[in-house]
């Protein structure tokens, strides 16, 4: 079955430690997306690419940082640098063609949970 | 700026018909979707307007006025399950990569 996968749905990490969350998609997608998602507040996008090796900032990218060597795989790393990384972090793809109703799947999220 | 409002909160009863209103105001427009989200899980896609009028989907129904910047998504014979966040995003224009730019959502509670 297609589709895009997040691991783990849970983790905890120590205060002041680097953490990289996976997300591997087999949907043959060009774009991929990490959000945040808190408590009250709408997805918040942090990075997103476009095409292998190639990556843009979002909104909220200071104290993230993520690659883009395989068209599967966008890994997210969570720096010592976020100040508040506590969050349910989702990743999107979506094919990139002329279409515009190409909607983004979602993976499962993950919830960090740093203390 | 850009911005998508949505009601913060709904309550329905089963059985009954809702329907969760969005306004945006953009810079561009390529489309607006409607996502629904169960607590702890990840958005599913619902539905995709890009121009004027209703989308049907089953019990799920999605309108656009693009004049207006207003969408809504209906959902009729409600059951209990349908109790989620559901939450408008809108494409933006090529100079945005086309990102989605998304509301804070609306938390529906369907009741017995």
């Known amino acids: 079955d297609g589709g895009i996968t997040q691991s783990p749905k849970y983790l905890f990490r120590k205060e002041g430690q680097n953490v990289t969350l996976s997300c591997e998609q087999n949907l043959n997608h060009d774009a991929m997306y990490w959000y945040r998602q808190d408590p009250g507040q709408g997805l918040r996008l942090i990075y997103y690419s476009q095409i292998v090796n190639d990556f843009q900032k979002g909104d909220i990218a200071e104290g993230y940082s993520v690659s883009r060597e395989k068209k599967e795989s966008f890994p997210l790393t969570v720096t010592s640098a976020q100040k508040n990384p506590t969050a349910f972090y989702l990743c999107?793809?979506?094919?990139?063609?002329?279409?515009?109703?190409?909607?983004?799947?979602f993976g499962q999220g993950t919830r960090l949970t740093v203390v | 700026g850009q911005n998508i409002d949505q009601p913060t909160e709904m309550t329905a009863t089963e059985g009954a018909i809702v329907q969760i209103n969005c306004t945006y105001q953009t810079s561009g427009f390529n489309g607006l979707f409607w996502y629904q989200q169960h607590a702890g899980e990840a958005p599913t896609f619902l539905s995709y307007?890009?121009l004027d009028g209703l989308e049907e989907k089953g019990r799920f129904s999605s309108f656009l006025s693009r004049s207006k910047g207003y969408s809504y998504l209906l959902l009729k014979e409600l059951q209990m399950k349908d109790s989620a966040s559901y939450l408008c995003a809108v494409r933006g224009n090529a100079g945005n990569n086309r990102k989605l730019i998304w509301g804070l959502g609306t938390s529906l509670a369907v009741n017995p």
């Open positions: 999107a793809s979506s094919p990139r063609t002329g279409r515009q109703d190409t909607e983004a799947f």
């Open positions: 307007n890009v």
